[in-house]
């Protein structure tokens, strides 16, 4: 069995720069930005519009990628997070996103 505990109340990761906001189009193949070297694992939400994303550094689309849906919230570990590559699946989608320490 895989398991990781964490702490049940997160920590937000005081050397975070900013939390990071993301534009993302149709064609716009976005990553994240660079994350703060204490940073485990980050938290986001999907705004406006549903993304395509993938994690082997081919471009998403709707013939590639998964899909993570507007108005839902997501935790990733940040290596995870690191080589993720979002698109629009129409108009402009908004990432919001937050760096955690356990």
Request: proline share 4%; hydrophobic share 40%; aromatic share 12%.
């Amino acid at each position: 069995m895989n398991s990781k505990v964490t702490n049940l109340y997160p920590r937000i990761n005081p050397n975070m720069a900013d939390m990071q906001m993301l534009s993302v189009s149709t064609t716009g193949n976005t990553p994240f930005g660079a994350f703060d070297k204490d940073t485990l694992y980050v938290s986001f939400d999907v705004q406006d519009n549903d993304v395509y994303v993938t994690y082997d550094g081919e471009n998403p689309d709707a013939n590639l990628g998964h899909i993570l849906y507007a108005g839902n919230a997501y935790t990733w570990h940040v290596e995870t997070a690191k080589v993720a590559i979002f698109n629009a699946v129409s108009g402009t989608a908004i990432i919001a996103c937050s760096e955690f320490t356990d």
